[in-house]
Nanobody, 123 residues
Framework: EVQLVESGGGLVQAGGSLRLSCAAS????????IGWFRQAPGKEREGVSA????????FYADSVKGRFTISSDNAKNTVYLQMNSLKPEDTAVYYC????????????????WGQGTQVTVSS
């Protein structure tokens, strides 16, 4: 059974940091890209970052470049999203997803999704 479990969300003040984790099981980790997405109330789910588990290529949305860093520990089948200099507009439910997407931020082309973790940034 494929499982993606996110953790690390919480409440933080603007300018603070959080590290999200996505623990994956039930599939060959190296075969998939792992993406982080977020969805704020009333908004569509959007891509934040992604990493290719096979070659380590990384991708970022313009809104988080220079503030967020994605990394992968293939031995632990876990992907991390280090979020620094957080802003109130980063507030959302963050999801990780696995698949072979047509492009890194193509929400509909990821095969597996976690349950999400809430990130709230206060001003």
């Amino acid at each position: 059974e494929v499982q993606l479990v996110e953790s690390g969300g919480g409440l933080v003040q603007a300018g603070g940091s959080l590290r999200l984790s996505c623990a994956a099981s039930g599939f060959t980790f190296d075969d998939y890209a792992i993406g982080w997405f977020r969805q704020a109330p009333g908004k569509e789910r959007e891509g934040v970052s992604a990493i290719s588990s096979s070659d380590g290529r990384t991708f970022y949305a313009d809104s988080v470049k220079g503030r967020f860093t994605i990394s992968s520990d293939n031995a632990k089948n876990t992907v991390y999203l280090q979020m620094n200099s957080l802003k109130p507009e980063d507030t959302a439910v963050y999801y990780c997803a696995a698949g072979e997407p047509l492009s890194w931020d193509a929400v509909g082309t990821y095969d597996y999704w976690g349950q999400g973790t809430q990130v709230t940034v206060s001003s």
